[in-house]
């Protein structure tokens, strides 16, 4: 086991629990992020067990959660693996986020995080919901207020910097949320307008947390051990929320988390180890999604839990060309079982790589 590659004067966090109120406490306050195609029920239930104090689900709209949508509904599905389990919601209408707040906590969810931080067009400008609401502060409080009133539950919020860095606004968001009970707040530090261009601005999360006493989560751009340590040092956060960096990685939660708290890399799991992760998830996700739809949905994992691994191009290739979910088992544990006895080893996948895949 190796030095983090950065340290602090310390060289170790001590990473306190988070306690949110209404018996809800994050013991180990590094986060699954919510991402779109990705946080899905498997992944959630995976990442919790692999370590991840807390986990988030992906966005839903909270028009939809009051239509019942059957897919809105199976997305709100809590992932009954212990800890903390937060449903996000995103909406522009104070009475629809309320009631679809209701309707989460009836479903089994610890906590509701409200989403102002979703930079796309079809939610940001056609729903004016999401990053939109940082540039209308009253329609932001009027939602904070109607959602944290309708629920017994914490509610947290999730935000960026600001719409453009002309109107950075997320320090004086922050205290309007807080003002409005709500218990704890996310900062992306990129604003609306970068999308996920660019890098995201840890020394900017500062300003938040010294305008709120309520506790800050710092997310962006956390792809390695020395990401987290560097963060949480410019930041001055009191967590963090770990995004694409998991992408293939459910487990570095936990290595970031032993890392924060020694001062010491773990390493990567073994192959042997990464084959049952790998495998223990694609059966997950085809006992949740079905053997048609699963087989598509898990292809995306497939190809990064693969990535830099010899041969791994190739044996992309080959699972996407089937259509059937047994064929696609026998392949990954082949692929998995060559590489092991080659006694290959897997290396740490470069920082900008995994940037660049996820843009």
């Not at 995976?46 to 997305?75: D, F, Y």
């Not at 939109?132 to 409080?141: G, H, T, W």
């Not at 947390?209 to 410019?234: C, F, H, M, W, Y």
């Not at 495998?279 to 693969?306: C, D, E, M, P």
Request: glycine share 10%; net charge positive; aromatic share 6%.
């Amino acid at each position: 086991m190796g030095k983090c590659l950065r340290e602090t004067t310390s060289g170790r966090f001590d990473l306190p629990p988070i306690d949110l109120g209404s018996g809800v406490r994050i013991d180990t306050p590094v986060i699954l992020a919510p991402m779109s195609g990705v946080t899905d029920l498997p992944f959630r239930r995976l990442a919790k067990q692999l370590g991840a104090g807390m986990v988030v689900s992906e966005m839903i709209a909270s028009w939809a959660m009051v239509r019942e949508n059957r897919k809105t509904l199976a997305m709100s599905e809590m992932d009954g693996a212990g800890g903390v389990s937060a449903l996000q919601l995103a909406g522009c209408d104070p009475g629809a986020m309320a009631e679809a707040a209701r309707l989460a906590v009836d479903r089994g969810a610890d906590l509701i995080d409200i989403n102002f931080g979703c930079p796309f067009k079809n939610v940001a400008l056609g729903q004016q919901a999401a990053s939109a609401l940082m540039r209308d502060e009253l329609a932001a409080a009027a939602i904070l207020e109607a959602t944290v009133n309708s629920v017994p539950v914490p509610v947290t919020l999730k935000m960026r910097m600001g719409w453009d860095h002309g109107s950075l606004n997320a320090p004086r968001l922050a205290r309007i949320a807080q003002e409005a009970g709500i218990r704890m707040v996310t900062v992306h530090g990129r604003t609306r307008q970068q999308f996920y261009t660019g890098s995201a601005d840890w020394d900017f999360i500062r300003q938040v947390k010294q305008a709120v006493s309520i506790p800050v989560i710092a997310n962006g751009d956390i792809i390695t051990e020395e990401d987290a340590a560097t963060a949480l040092q410019r930041s001055g956060a009191d967590g963090l929320m770990i995004g694409r960096g998991c992408y293939g990685r459910p487990w570095f939660i936990a290595q970031v988390v032993h890392c924060l708290r020694t001062g010491q890399r773990a390493g990567e799991p073994s192959l042997v180890a990464q084959k049952d992760v790998v495998t223990t998830h694609y059966r997950s996700i085809l006992q949740q999604f079905g053997n048609h739809a699963g087989v598509r949905l898990a292809r995306k994992h497939v190809s990064w839990y693969s990535r830099g691994l010899p041969g791994s191009a190739e044996f992309r290739a080959a699972v996407n060309r089937l259509a059937e979910a047994e064929p696609v088992l026998r392949l990954i544990e082949s692929f998995y079982d060559r590489l092991i006895a080659r006694g290959v080893d897997r290396a740490l996948p470069w920082r900008d790589e995994i940037l660049s895949e996820a843009a």
